[in-house]
């Protein structure tokens, strides 16, 4: 893959900004676009000098980024640190005491198996799950769980924020 413009995480760091600021429509469209792109696609495409070769996976980032933020929203959904892979787990409970995940370990495994296209759908079918929830999320994890095939940090991190359910005290556990 050639070196694009700008970072990968500035890329989506900024894509994330800008749905929280475009209007209704725009983010509506960039939920539901297809292989055509949607016009808020076309001008991150043009503001950020996505090349040719890139434009499918960043398609499908700025798809990802836009179920992720809410139609109400006015601040971006990017949170530094919220690794995808812990958001998968906790559905962007940071602090909560987590009694199940939220993407279960089968949905999980099956995701990290997945190969070419079927492996992006199986990422953006876990994606519109956590939506429901309008978790925060590092945009930047995101784009790079898209960008490569490997999904050994969505591991790591899902797997990280799991262990520390047991470190989590109860509240009522003063006694």
């Known amino acids: 893959m050639p070196e694009p413009s700008e970072p990968v995480g500035a890329r989506a760091c900024a894509i994330a900004a800008a749905l929280a600021v475009a209007d209704s429509g725009d983010r509506?469209?960039?939920?539901?676009?297809?292989?055509?792109?949607?016009?808020?696609?076309?001008?991150m495409v043009a503001r950020h000098g996505i090349a040719r070769g890139e434009e499918e996976k960043w398609r499908r980032i700025t798809r990802m980024l836009a179920l992720l933020t809410p139609a109400s929203a006015?601040?971006?959904?990017?949170?530094?640190?919220?690794?995808?892979g812990a958001v998968l787990?906790?559905?962007?409970?940071?602090?909560?005491?987590?009694?199940?995940?939220?993407?279960?370990?089968?949905?999980?495994?099956r995701l990290l198996a997945a190969r070419g296209p079927a492996r992006l759908e199986a990422l953006e079918r876990a994606v519109r799950a956590l939506a429901r929830q309008q978790p925060h999320i590092d945009a930047?994890?995101?784009?790079?769980?898209?960008?490569?095939?490997?999904?050994?940090?969505?591991a790591r991190d899902y797997?990280?924020?799991?262990?520390?359910?047991?470190?989590?005290?109860?509240?009522?556990?003063?006694?």
């Open 74 to 84: 006015t601040k971006t959904v990017h949170q530094p640190g919220r690794k995808l």
């Open 89 to 109: 787990a906790d559905g962007g409970a940071e602090t909560a005491r987590l009694d199940k995940p939220a993407l279960s370990e089968p949905r999980l495994a």
């Open 159 to 175: 797997y990280a924020r799991l262990d520390r359910r047991s470190e989590q005290k109860p509240e009522d556990a003063d006694a």
């Open 140 to 154: 930047a994890s995101l784009a790079w769980a898209v960008l490569r095939e490997d999904g050994r940090d969505i």
């Open 28 to 43: 509506a469209a960039a939920r539901r676009m297809g292989p055509e792109g949607s016009a808020f696609f076309w001008r």
